[in-house]
């Protein structure tokens, strides 16, 4: 077969693929070489001008496993695309003109500190643990390699600590290596900006980082299922990304392998130093030792001297991941479940409600009664924050309509939640038969007399609403107040229809008569009561921090206008301050009608550990 020969600044073809050897990258697996390529001319015109990553190892080096283990998972997500794959009889890898005739501390593959050593030319005392150390002294040991080639190899003496130091392998210029056999992958070049390696250096929140460990622990267990094994990762040849992906499979093995020479990298478990079968256990160390730089300001675990950083939940999952006894660890299926868990818990929030609310009689000679009733409901549930509020108004001869608030309010209230805690339409079911309830009720018990009725329902950080008549909600966010409620008044469908402007519905003599409220009916007909699909796109709100919900009664917001409401809600006092403001304002205007205000403030916090 016609020789091949590799060098910087060549051009070779592979599979009809043409393409220039940009750059030697190093051995940064034993008999593996790694160059950055460009294609010239691919398979597809698609190809033309990318960037390729370009290895070429021994027939029986770890490429053949990566290649068995492609063919194997040919579609999955999270490993890069295979350009080309061939044998070849007769390749002379030169490195006679290369920059980079070994890898380097400066090379811009980024700090192959503590790769893979697999010492394989090395004769070794079975017995022993091959022990890696860093700040090397250097001395003169020759060994021989399978083409019985002398190579001078550096000689590690121990010094202060236990990190990985970088490996390096010397090459052999090719004028005095003879041609071998050799496997040649091509496939994408990753990204240098957003690989795994250049993303550990920079900052990021703890719901990012287990973003990805989960992503790496599904691609882990899903490997295990197909009995591959994960011992180590190359950082520089994963890309962030939805999902991640791998462009570099050197580093997993079967699981009928078993190593029988040294192992170590730069986040393979301890016991590899020894001639170990391979389990899933040492795939859980490779998460935890990730995890563990990701916690640990992109520091590595000493295996030597673990110090975890004291995060709940964090710290537990480090403590068995990194466990020295290997069947002590986390299975996979396990830790991802464990993993998923914790992901989840940074979804969730704490919230906590400021409340305050007042009620006054009014000012009018004509009601003596306050028909005006309120309540206020607040509970945890399985770390659920809930709180249920609502406002009725009622209405009718002598003490009717104060009866009949009563009721609507002790329905609202003594119903137990029993709807889904994460489905809004659920709750807002639930709602709505609550108001078929206290309709039947007051129905039952009161004589020409009926009331209103506001109800809000937040479940952590979602809002929904139920509402009939002519009380209102709003919410205040960011100094821009929104009515969340409508009016069911004769006035307002007048105003909606055009049939009176806005300034004539301001003293219009029907302002008071309702076309909707509880005990009109004997039954209350689909869409009588308002949710907040009405105006908004779902029944749901989303709440933010420093939302402020107020439920008022007419004798309210019939005298306090909306920029009034700004004004009092929004200068940083306390709600309790504010509410006397506004019930003072309203007793300064006459106080015609009995007046009840509730004013709910959630302030959210992200999820800590």
């Not at 520091?299 to 999952?317: R, V």
């Not at 420093?546 to 007419?554: A, Q």
Request: charged share 20%; proline share 3%; hydrophobic share 40%.
């Amino acid at each position: 077969m016609e020789l091949l020969t590799i060098e910087e600044q060549s051009i070779i073809f592979l599979e009809n693929i043409e393409l220039e050897i940009i750059n030697y990258l190093g051995k940064l697996n034993p008999n593996i070489y790694y160059f950055q390529v460009k294609i010239i001319k691919g398979k597809e015109s698609s190809l033309d001008n990318q960037l390729g990553l370009l290895r070429i190892g021994d027939i029986n080096s770890n490429l053949s496993l990566e290649i068995e283990l492609r063919s194997q998972l040919p579609n999955y997500g999270m490993i890069s695309e295979l350009w080309a794959s061939i044998n070849h009889d007769n390749v002379i890898v030169n490195l006679s003109n290369s920059n980079n005739n070994k890898v380097n501390e400066d090379d811009k593959m980024a700090n192959q500190d503590d790769e893979i050593v697999q010492l394989s030319e090395l004769e070794i005392d079975k017995d022993k643990p091959i022990i890696h150390s860093p700040n090397l002294e250097i001395t003169d040991l020759y060994i021989e390699n399978q083409q019985e080639t002398n190579i001078l190899i550096k000689d590690i003496e121990d010094k202060k600590d236990n990190y990985l130091e970088e490996e390096y392998y010397p090459e052999i210029e090719a004028n005095n290596q003879e041609s071998s056999a050799k496997l040649l992958v091509l496939t994408p070049y990753p990204d240098e900006e957003n690989n795994l390696a250049q993303w550990l250096t920079k900052p990021h929140t703890d719901e990012e980082y287990l973003y990805i460990i989960v992503q790496l622990c599904q691609c882990f267990f899903y490997l295990s299922q197909n009995s591959w094994y994960c011992l180590d990762l190359f950082v520089e040849f994963i890309i962030v990304g939805t999902p991640i992906k791998f462009y570099d499979l050197t580093h997993i093995y079967p699981k009928n392998i078993e190593l029988k020479i040294g192992f170590l990298g730069k986040y393979s478990a301890p016991e590899l130093a020894y001639s170990k079968e391979i389990n899933q256990f040492m795939s859980s160390y490779v998460i935890g030792a990730l995890m563990y730089q990701m916690f640990h300001d992109n520091k590595l675990p000493n295996p030597d001297n673990l110090t975890i950083n004291l995060i709940p939940k964090i710290y537990q999952i480090l403590q068995v991941c990194l466990y020295s006894i290997t069947e002590e660890r986390y299975p996979l299926n396990q830790l991802l479940k464990l993993l998923i868990e914790i992901k989840n818990d940074l979804k969730k929030i704490t919230i906590s409600w400021e409340k305050a609310n007042k009620s006054i009689l009014g000012l009018s000679l004509k009601r003596l009664v306050n028909e005006d009733s309120y309540g206020i409901k607040q509970l945890e549930i399985n770390q659920n924050n809930i709180i249920l509020a609502g406002i009725a108004d009622g209405m009718g001869g002598m003490a009717q309509g104060e009866l009949a608030s009563k009721l609507a309010i002790q329905t609202l209230l003594e119903t137990p939640f029993n709807f889904d805690l994460n489905n809004q339409e659920n709750q807002t079911n639930w709602l709505t038969e609550i108001f078929n309830q206290a309709n039947q009720n007051i129905n039952k018990k009161v004589e020409d007399g009926g009331t209103t009725l506001s109800v809000i329902l937040a479940v952590n950080n979602q809002l929904i609403i139920s509402h009939v008549g002519d009380s209102r909600i709003y919410l205040i966010r960011n100094k821009d107040i929104i009515q969340l409620s409508e009016d069911h008044s004769l006035v307002n469908m007048m105003l909606t229809s055009g049939q009176i402007t806005y300034e004539e519905s301001l003293d219009h003599p029907d302002r008071n008569v309702l076309i909707k409220f509880l005990g009109s009916k004997s039954v209350l007909s689909d869409g009588y009561v308002q949710n907040l699909s009405k105006n908004f796109d779902k029944i749901s709100l989303t709440l933010e921090d420093n939302d402020l919900l107020i439920l008022c009664s007419d004798g309210v917001w019939d005298l306090i206008s909306n920029e009034e409401f700004i004004e009092l809600f929004t200068e940083g006092n306390n709600l309790h301050f504010s509410i006397d403001k506004v019930i003072e304002k309203v007793l300064h205007k006459g106080a015609s009608d009995n007046a009840t205000i509730i004013t709910l403030k959630c302030s959210i916090h992200p999820y800590k550990f």
